[in-house]
């Protein structure tokens, strides 16, 4: 059995990062849980209620006070228990932290290389093919008929504390390894797509007259309309959510609730086609597969396996019985007959000569035989 296999039939909850075994990771992890939840509260904010504060105010509450104010609740509430339950349970057997600062943090570190990765990609590919032909793809009716929605820039912007959560909520270390080589491959597909066929989005006109329109305004001048097909926002949120699905059902159902509505705001805020985020999704859904439904299916295999011996075992033990039952009556009796003439003339008749009794005598089996019968 593979070390990956071994790793997936473990309990999953114990791969979830906890206060106690990294309390850097788990500051870093709920703020940026707090930054997706700010962008929540001015989605809203905007939608429904605008407050009469300045664009900068309204960016520090976005990226500071909220993030800043989760970060405070989570740790409150772990270390009380009260409000909050912890992740998990400590392992029973706790590996040695080590003292090397490199190898204590070099999940994180990797996360922010990953993250690095996919944004000096991105923008690396969009500068190379800002000279080539661009192709456009064909919309729907109610996709071109759909108007503007600037609000839902916040929800766009979730994207990027999604990308990283997967990598700050799991310490497993094979997983871990599991799902970074899923990231690395779509980004990798995405920019071969990109390179060889890149796909312009034209934009609508935009005045800024909201905090929403300014956010949309800084998001349209640092990503350029193309490279939109498939959509990397869409890709790499989901795989995202599917990742904590994993190890955790609440939170990945929320965060695969949060994936669609960024697959919605991409579409909303003039950034991406419909293709492109059903493109994104199934390159992501196939990648998901590969990589790790694959591995849970191999360990659902090996069970099947083993519930195939145990019915293979209790089927022959019903065949056995079967067998000696249909040795009843007329037909055991000759049966026994057979037998007892082989024994006969192979002992050349050693059997009655020292007065042996028969192997097979007459009436009932053994009682051993009786019993195992019933």
């Not at 039939?9 to 979830?16: F, K, L």
Request: aromatic share 14%; net charge neutral; with cysteine.
């Amino acid at each position: 059995m593979d070390a990956g296999l071994k790793v997936l039939r473990e309990r999953r909850t114990d791969w979830i990062i906890t206060w106690k075994q990294n309390k850097v990771r788990w500051i870093l992890f709920y703020y940026l849980v707090g930054l997706i939840v700010s962008c929540l509260f001015f989605f809203l904010e905007e939608v429904f209620l605008p407050l009469p504060i300045s664009y900068l105010h309204k960016s520090f509450m976005v990226v500071l006070w909220i993030p800043i104010a989760t970060v405070l609740v989570s740790i409150i509430a772990t270390n009380t228990r009260k409000y909050l339950p912890v992740l998990s349970p400590q392992p029973e057997e706790e590996e040695a932290v080590p003292d090397d600062f490199f190898h204590r943090y070099a999940q994180t570190l990797l996360a922010l290389l990953m993250f690095g990765i996919w944004a000096a990609g991105y923008f690396l590919i969009a500068y190379i093919t800002e000279a080539h032909t661009t192709h456009t793809l064909p919309t729907l009716a109610w996709e071109r008929e759909t108007p503007l929605r600037p609000e839902f820039v916040f929800i766009y912007l979730t994207i990027y504390p999604t990308f990283l959560l997967p990598f700050l909520f799991i310490h497993q270390k094979d997983f871990f390894r599991l799902f970074s080589f899923a990231y690395i491959t779509v980004m990798c597909i995405c920019y071969v797509v990109y390179l060889f066929y890149p796909v312009s989005f034209e934009r609508p006109e935009l005045t800024v007259n909201s905090f929403s329109t300014w956010v949309l305004a800084i998001v349209y001048g640092a990503d350029r309309p193309w490279n939109c097909f498939p959509s990397l926002h869409v890709a790499m949120s989901l795989l995202a959510a599917l990742t904590i699905l994993e190890v955790h059902r609440i939170r990945g159902m929320l965060t695969l609730l949060l994936t669609f509505l960024i697959a919605l705001s991409t579409i909303l805020i003039k950034q991406h086609y419909v293709l492109d985020v059903v493109a994104a999704m199934l390159l992501t859904a196939t990648i998901y597969f590969v990589y790790i439904r694959r591995q849970i299916l191999n360990t659902l295999y090996v069970r099947v396996l083993r519930a195939e011996e145990t019915l293979e075992k209790w089927i022959n033990r019903k065949i056995d019985s079967r067998v000696w039952e249909s040795l009843d009556g007329p037909l055991r009796n000759r049966m026994r007959e057979m037998i007892q003439s082989i024994i006969d003339e192979s002992t050349e008749g050693r059997a009655k000569k020292d007065n042996l009794p028969p192997l097979f005598p007459e009436g009932d089996p053994p009682a051993k035989i009786r019993e195992d019968k019933s």
